[in-house]
Every structure is written in C-alpha cells, then in structure tokens.
C-alpha cells in the first residue's frame, strides 16, 4: 500500500490551461503539505494543512489553489498556468506540525511540464 | 533565503568507504532536524532524525551529529553503497507544519 499517493506522475501541458494534481494519505496523519521541487533540486514548501484547514501559504500566487476535503486528501489546482510552473510537485503528510514525529512522508512526486 | 544549506552540492565516494555529508542552519529556534534521501524519480525518503537535546543519533550505518555551537548538522554513512547514490537533505522543523530543506548533496558511489 502506498502511504502517500499523487496523481498523474506526470503532466504535460500549454501555458494557459488549467490543471490539477491529487494527493491522497493512507497514515492517518492529520497534516498535509505541497512542496515543489526546482531543477536545481531546492525543495519549498508551498502549502500546509491541518485538519482541512489552511496553516500555512507561503506567499504562492493565487494562481495555485489546494483544496482539502477530508484530512486524507490535499489537492492542487493551477490556473493560467506559466513556463515557470514547470517543476516536481511533492504532497507530503504528517502527524501534528511535524517536530514530535518522524519528520514527514513524501509521495513520489508529480512531474509537471509546462510548454 | 533558507535557514538550512549544505556545504558541497556533489560528493563523489569509493564504493566501501565513508561518506560524511555536511549542512549548516542558521534558525537557532530550530529543535528537531531530519536527514532524507531522495532518489532519482521519487520523494524524499526519511534517514533519521535528532533533537536538539541530543548531539549523536546512530542508525543502521548512518549517524547524525549535530553541533548547537556553530549551528552545523552532519550525516556520516559507512561502508558507502551503490544504493546510497542519491540527493541527500537536511531539514529543520523551526516551527510547527514548516519543515524548511537545505539544497541537497547528490552523493555518487563509486564502483
């Protein structure tokens, strides 16, 4: 069973569209986060929530919107998307904030190609 | 910028040997810190942690040391393999949902 699942592994699509990606946790962890991961490796985080509701939203423009309908799913939608999307899109999950347990679990990430 | 960078972004190693990889942070709030490895076409995998009342966590053939002082964090595995070729990252849990990465090491194993 796949812990933390993401759907598509990869996506390939013209600046403009709109589109989005699906994370789901099996942990029974009760917070969410999306990273995204540059060609030079750099992980930042995008989002965190907790318990469906938004902790943090680190100054990502409003073109990324997540949605968490239960505590067990975080999407992603990207509206009007930009060369500059194109990334690897990480959903992570964990138990509390994260300090009191073994870090954090990562899906294997959402190739996104932006042409 | 971040709070977590590492020293080298490659390290090259013979197969057998040891592998120290370095980090150094700068959030002196930051109590818990995570070594994960990450390889090509997956997420970042968890290696092992420690907080920042301890100064050495041993694992199955990796160790973590980390000294407060000079606010630098480092992964030591022995007996380097072709498996452990990969990006290696520290991480630190400075505040409560925000595990902010450095820029990661790509470790390469030589045969």
């Known amino acids: 069973d796949t812990a933390v699942s993401q759907t598509p592994k990869y996506l390939v699509t013209q600046m403009g569209n709109d589109k989005s990606i699906k994370c789901e946790q099996n942990?029974?962890?009760?917070?969410m986060y999306w990273y995204k991961q540059d060609s030079k490796k750099f992980l930042k985080i995008m989002f965190s929530?907790?318990?469906?509701?938004?902790?943090i939203n680190e100054t990502v423009p409003n073109r990324f919107s997540p949605k968490s309908p239960d505590k067990a799913h975080l999407n992603l939608h990207i509206n009007s998307l930009e060369l500059g999307d194109s990334a690897v899109y990480f959903c992570?999950?964990?138990?509390?904030?994260?300090?009191?347990?073994?870090?954090?679990?990562f899906g294997s990430g959402t190739r996104l190609t932006v042409v | 910028g971040e709070s977590v960078g590492l020293h080298l972004p490659t390290l090259s190693v013979q197969e057998g040997d040891n592998s120290i990889i370095n980090c150094a942070y700068s959030n002196s709030a930051s109590d818990y810190f995570i070594w994960y490895k990450q390889e090509s076409g997956k997420g970042p995998q968890f290696i092992i942690d420690i907080r920042s009342n301890m100064d050495k966590r041993q694992g199955q053939r990796v160790t973590v040391l980390l000294n407060k002082t000079v606010k630098h964090l480092s992964l030591q595995i022995a007996a380097t393999q072709p498996g452990d070729s990969a990006v290696y990252f520290c991480a630190e849990n400075g505040n409560d949902y925000k595990l902010s990465f450095g820029a990661g090491t790509t470790v390469t194993v030589r045969a």
């Open positions: 942990l029974g962890h009760d917070t």
């Open positions: 929530y907790n318990n469906k509701e938004l902790i």
């Open positions: 992570a999950s964990s138990q509390g904030g994260g300090r009191n347990t073994y870090g954090y679990t």
